[in-house]
């Protein structure tokens, strides 16, 4: 049984817990977002592995919307740190509702629609290449190395017109990885940052798994403690 102290400990935690939500992995986007720029940072994984140093950063902007079609720009960073080596070979994400075309210019000036990501990620909607290759990993000898820095331009179309769009499940693809024992390539996923012309947070503010326990060890810890209270009451009224 639960002592007061560590019932009263858990209903604190619980309760602090649900007051600070953290960030989606995605941004929703609408006539309101023009202008508006959304940074993502990048591990770096092979299968269940993380290599350390293993990094990059997205930069995406909003520059327009007209009928079907959404424009953006993006700069691309390959923040990989020694003692590793990398090439980031490729970015793509997911969309809601679906894209049904896409063109893009600059440093990934190729792409691929509903293609399987590596390292098991499975299919994304859109990626983004350096390469014109038949997937998303990109190829060839292009690309960004350590410490480089890509832009350009990308188109995102539909079928239809939408008011909104829901952009998530970001991913970057490492190629010519060195200093990792035997990972030669690797995937990335991105983590969302806070839009840059606005005070927008530039997610979806949810609460983390771990935090949805606490919040409901709080819960029940509040249920616990006021059962005792009332006991108490009745207790001593009799």
């Not at 007051?19 to 269940?48: E, H, K, M, R, V």
């Not at 600059?106 to 859109?126: K, Q, W």
């Not at 983004?128 to 690309?143: E, H, I, L, M, V």
């Amino acid at each position: 049984m639960l002592s007061r102290k560590s019932l009263s400990f858990l209903a604190a935690a619980g309760l602090a817990m649900s007051a600070a939500p953290a960030l989606a992995d995605t941004i929703t986007l609408d006539s309101g977002s023009i202008g508006q720029s959304y940074t993502f940072d990048y591990n770096g994984f092979s299968d269940s592995t993380v290599v350390d140093g293993l990094t990059a950063s997205t930069t995406f902007t909003l520059t327009g919307i007209s009928g079907n079609q959404y424009y953006f720009d993006y700069s691309v960073t390959n923040t990989t740190t020694d003692p590793i080596d990398s090439r980031v070979s490729s970015f793509g994400f997911n969309a809601d509702p679906s894209i049904t075309g896409a063109t893009s210019t600059g440093a990934f000036s190729y792409t691929t629609l509903d293609s399987s990501y590596p390292n098991g990620i499975g299919d994304i909607n859109v990626c983004f290449k350096d390469a014109n290759t038949g997937s998303c990993s990109g190829g060839g000898s292009g690309g960004l190395t350590d410490g480089q820095t890509g832009t350009g331009t990308f188109t995102l179309t539909f079928a239809d017109p939408v008011s909104s769009v829901t952009l998530g499940d970001f991913y970057v693809r490492y190629q010519s990885v060195d200093g990792a024992g035997n990972i030669t390539s690797a995937s990335g996923y991105g983590t969302t940052g806070s839009s840059t012309t606005s005070s927008s947070t530039g997610g979806t503010e949810v609460p983390e798994p771990g935090m949805l326990g606490l919040m409901g060890a709080g819960l029940v810890a509040i249920g616990l403690l006021r059962r005792r209270h009332r006991y108490g009451a009745n207790t001593a009224a009799a």
